[in-house]
């Protein structure tokens, strides 16, 4: 389907996160009426090659979009435009929040992720096993380096969250995956102008991967608590430790 027309130009590139920027330009479309309800957005491929992002860029706008309610998945065809002027769903801002707000944020990281990892254990492929090895590798050499390895470390928490075999948690992920970008920036931001940090986050890492690896559920959502529990304090928040898997109660270390 070819690109609709519209009064109002749009560039990408003026903040920082592309697929946000994205959402909202097709947000502001539908919502102006360039694409009515019942209409099929153009390919992942039409939508990259218009505004030249990458197909991944594309997939993660969608999945927001998709998350707010605007579109729906049609087998067989493109997201359909759900309704011109829908009522808006789950937001989540992480940009310049209080400390109180980046500690919810953390603790909703928490529940998500311990979970995720938890059935990643269970149902990971061999395939998925082998690409967690390959970006927790990186996340090592980018520690040898001294260079920063947010992305790699990235996307290690995106594969976990596929390996899960949920397909609403692998599409939630990918809606937050900009946010989790920007915590994951600001964790890397502080553990590697800190003596030490940078070792803890990759043995950390290490030890989820070992837990999925192994198939051991409990161990794998223990690691992953523990991991964001330490993120957490390296940003200088410190989580309730009382519903965290194996921390005994205790809020941080």
């Known amino acids: 389907m070819p690109m609709k027309k519209t009064?109002?130009?749009f560039t990408l590139g003026k903040r920082q996160s592309l697929?946000?920027?994205l959402a909202e330009v097709i947000m502001r479309r539908i919502e102006a009426g360039d694409y009515a309800p019942g209409d099929v957005l153009p390919s992942e491929q039409a939508l990259a090659e218009s505004f030249k992002v990458s197909r991944t860029?594309?997939?993660?706008?969608?999945?927001?979009?998709?998350?707010?309610?605007?579109?729906?998945?049609?087998?067989?065809?493109?997201?359909?435009?759900?309704q011109a002027e829908p009522e808006r769903g789950f937001t989540l801002d992480v940009e310049d929040l209080s400390t109180d707000e980046l500690r919810h944020f953390m603790e909703f990281r928490v529940i998500v992720e311990g979970e995720a990892a938890a059935m990643?254990?269970?149902?990971?492929?061999?395939?998925?096993?082998?690409?967690?090895?390959?970006?927790?590798?990186?996340?090592r050499q980018a520690v040898r380096a001294r260079?920063?390895?947010?992305?790699?470390?990235?996307?290690?928490?995106?594969l976990i969250a596929e390996a899960a075999g949920n397909d609403y948690l692998g599409d939630f992920m990918k809606f937050l995956s900009t946010k989790i970008w920007l915590g994951v920036h600001r964790a890397r931001w502080h553990s590697d102008r800190v003596a030490g940090h940078p070792e803890a986050a990759f043995k950390e890492h290490k030890t989820m991967f070992l837990a999925i690896e192994g198939?051991?559920?409990?161990?794998?959502?223990?690691?992953?608590?523990?991991h964001l529990l330490r993120s957490a304090g390296r940003l200088g928040i410190e989580l309730d430790g009382r519903f965290l898997a194996g921390t005994g109660g205790r809020a941080g270390e």
Not at 215 to 226: E, F, K, L
């Open 147 to 158: 260079k920063s390895g947010t992305e790699p470390d990235y996307r290690f928490h995106r």
């Open 215 to 226: 198939g051991d559920p409990q161990a794998a959502r223990v690691a992953a608590h523990q």
């Open 57 to 82: 860029v594309v997939r993660e706008a969608l999945a927001r979009l998709k998350y707010e309610g605007l579109i729906a998945s049609k087998r067989g065809s493109g997201p359909v435009v759900r």
């Open 7 to 9: 009064s109002t130009p």
């Open 120 to 139: 990643a254990a269970v149902r990971r492929s061999e395939g998925q096993l082998e690409e967690l090895r390959g970006q927790l590798e990186r996340i």
């Open 19 to 21: 697929p946000e920027e």
